[in-house]
């Protein structure tokens, strides 16, 4: 069926271009005027519309997510720039999604610490043992030589 000198599957062609503003001026029009007569065309439209609005958003979120990521991260490390460090301030303490992400990030820095902390720990445990058990090799093996020796002596 022609619609505004346009079928539907010409039309339903368009439709990424028309919500993008993409096509010529002429086809951008055809494609308005069809969609304006054509409900079929026009819920395909309406839900691309939709599902677009529904990514920017979900983009939105992301975005908003690693910024809040990023300055939490800044702020811990002692790396806000001056003008912003009032701000974040004030975002740790009464934004919820900072103030969560703060503790979370807290925590883990916390948590490496505590893992750091112990490997150095069984590190230097290992260090003493080895060093111990070089010295029971060492009377293991030579011993007798200084006993013998030093009842000789
Ligand atoms: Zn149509």
Redesign the pocket.
Known sequence: ML?GYLS?AQ?QNNLIGFIHYDLERKTMKKTAI?LRN?P??MEKYSSLQRRKKELREKLYEIQNKLKIENDVSCYIDCETEKENLFLINELIKWDEKYKKEYKEQLNLKNFMQYCKLKVRENLIKENIKNKSMVKKDFKGLFGDFFNNNAMRV
Do not use: N, R, S, T
Request: hydrophobic fraction near 30%; charged fraction near 15%; glycine fraction near 0%.
């Open positions: 619609k539907c039309a069809h054509c079929i065309c």
